[in-house]
């Protein structure tokens, strides 16, 4: 069955360092994957977008590496704040269709 | 542009009592979507449009679920009769075709619905 696995536990780290957050899946071979953040009572935001073709995406502190053979795309926010605190989600695609399923979530808690 | 906007914020409904959530996409927006999510299950795909049309409704849990879209600014969920399992946050999400530079999904701030 198709899966989205994104760490259940917290990340906790320090200001300043950089965050680094994990999507893998299985079974899917998405076109586009994309990373959200959710904060508590408000609907997700749109953050970044990667083709399967593209192997890394950057904006401003942000960073997304999409690996189609590990099945895997990393997240990173180097230089991180207290205010980056949040939950973030990944989405995938099926089939290249504008059809996103969406991982758990995982909570960033950056401490200052 | 205000973004998506959903209506109501809360509502809270008795059992068998039929729930209609509303939502206002972005102007220009080709695609709609609505999402239901619990902490059990996370973000669900209910079903989506394209220009008006429903696309892919597989998500769309029982006969209970309902969803239109009448014109490009305005589609609605509907359950009837609402049950308690049917408690979760309904989120209508809308973006432009893949593949545009800026393609992403953008969210409205929920609906959250209580059924006692």
């Known amino acids: 069955s198709q899966k989205i696995e994104q760490n259940s536990e917290a990340l906790n780290i320090q200001e300043g360092k950089t965050a680094t957050l994990t999507c893998n899946y299985t079974?899917?071979?998405?076109?586009?994957l994309q990373w959200y953040r959710q904060d508590p009572g408000r609907g997700p935001v749109f953050l970044l977008l990667?083709?399967?073709?593209?192997k890394e995406k950057r904006k401003e502190r942000l960073k997304v590496t999409f690996d189609t053979t590990l099945k895997q795309s990393l997240f990173h926010i180097t230089a991180s704040q207290p205010a980056d605190s949040a939950t973030y989600l990944c989405?995938?695609?099926?089939?290249?269709?504008?059809?996103?399923?969406f991982g758990s979530g995982t909570k960033l808690n950056v401490k200052p | 542009d205000a973004g998506v906007i959903q209506s109501p914020r809360h509502e809270v409904t008795e059992m068998g009592q039929e729930v209609t959530l509303r939502c206002k996409p972005i102007?220009?927006?080709?695609?709609l979507f609505w999402y239901r999510q619990t902490m059990m299950r996370g973000l669900e795909l209910l079903i989506y449009f394209n220009n008006n049309v429903p696309i892919d409704d597989s998500g769309m849990p029982e006969d209970r679920f309902s969803a239109k879209m009448p014109n490009a600014s305005f589609s609605t969920l509907k359950i009837q009769p609402s049950e308690p399992r049917d408690s979760a946050v309904y989120f209508c999400?809308?973006?432009?075709?893949?593949?545009?530079?800026?393609?992403?999904?953008?969210f409205g701030s929920g609906t959250r619905l209580t059924v006692v």
């Open positions: 989405a995938l695609d099926e089939d290249n269709f504008n059809k996103f399923y």
């Open positions: 079974n899917y071979s998405p076109a586009y």
């Open positions: 102007s220009g927006h080709d695609y």
């Open positions: 990667i083709r399967e073709n593209e």
């Open positions: 999400a809308s973006s432009f075709q893949p593949g545009q530079d800026n393609y992403g999904y953008t």
